[in-house]
């Protein structure tokens, strides 16, 4: 069974520091890997979604990456500010799995003023 | 639409009624997906359509839930005999294809089962 783990769980910083969130999957045979970011209260917006055969995706402040190989993804987050807090999760779509995405627990990021 | 829209946004319910959730997908997205959020954790697949069928029903918990999209758009999910444990963020989300697609959600259903 595919499992996906994140860590931290929950992270704070202050405004203007770069992070790194960290995404791990067990199972290596995977379509394609997706960052969401969630509000309070919110559904998901989709950040960034990378194929198995890339290494990373790009947009604006956040860059994402993908080693398939180790089953591991990162979200780095560039000159971070307020609006960027919120819980992030990670999912990924199985070549098994005919389409579900099995997402990670989040982590809560706070990004303060 | 212009993105994926959900309705009614909060339901609260007495248990043992019925509820339905409705979503509204992005115009031409062919496969459609309910997933179940609870607190503090990640979202976990119910069931999906590629269409009109349910190509994967997997995630129902049990036999009082079930979902339908009768004319491939939009799709009702359906739970019967409502449980203090059935509360929970309902998400839906579309995407153009079958495989290997962006997922797109909508904002949800908090379903409260008092």
């Known amino acids: 069974k595919q499992e996906v783990t994140q860590i931290p769980a929950a992270l704070s910083v202050p405004e203007g520091e770069n992070l790194v969130l960290n995404c791990s999957f067990t199972?290596?045979?995977?379509?394609?890997l997706q960052w969401f970011r969630q509000d309070p209260g919110k559904g998901l917006t989709s950040l960034l979604l990378i194929q198995s055969s890339q290494r990373e995706q790009t947009s604006g402040r956040l860059n994402a990456s993908l080693d398939k190989s180790s089953g591991r993804s990162t979200l780095y987050i560039a000159a971070s500010q307020p609006g960027d807090s919120a819980t992030y999760l990670c999912a990924v779509d199985l070549e098994t799995s005919g389409s579900r995405l099995t997402f990670g627990e989040g982590t809560q990021l706070t990004v303060n003023p | 639409g212009a993105g994926v829209s959900q309705t009614p946004s909060n339901k609260v319910t007495e248990k043992g009624k019925y509820v339905e959730l409705r979503c509204d997908p992005i115009?031409?997205?062919?496969?459609l997906y309910w997933y179940r959020q609870s607190l503090g954790q990640g979202p976990e697949f119910l069931i999906y359509?590629?269409?009109?069928?349910?190509?994967?029903d997997s995630g129902l918990p049990n036999d009082r839930f079930f979902a339908v999209r009768p004319e491939g758009s939009v799709s009702t999910l359906k739970i019967q005999r409502t449980e203090r444990g059935d509360s929970a963020v309902y998400l839906c989300?579309?995407?153009?294809?079958?495989?290997?697609?962006?997922?797109?959600f909508g904002q949800g259903t908090r379903l409260t089962v008092v």
């Open positions: 989300a579309s995407s153009l294809e079958y495989l290997n697609t962006e997922a797109f």
């Open positions: 359509f590629q269409g009109t069928g349910a190509a994967d």
């Open positions: 199972d290596s045979a995977i379509y394609n």
């Open positions: 115009s031409g997205h062919t496969a």
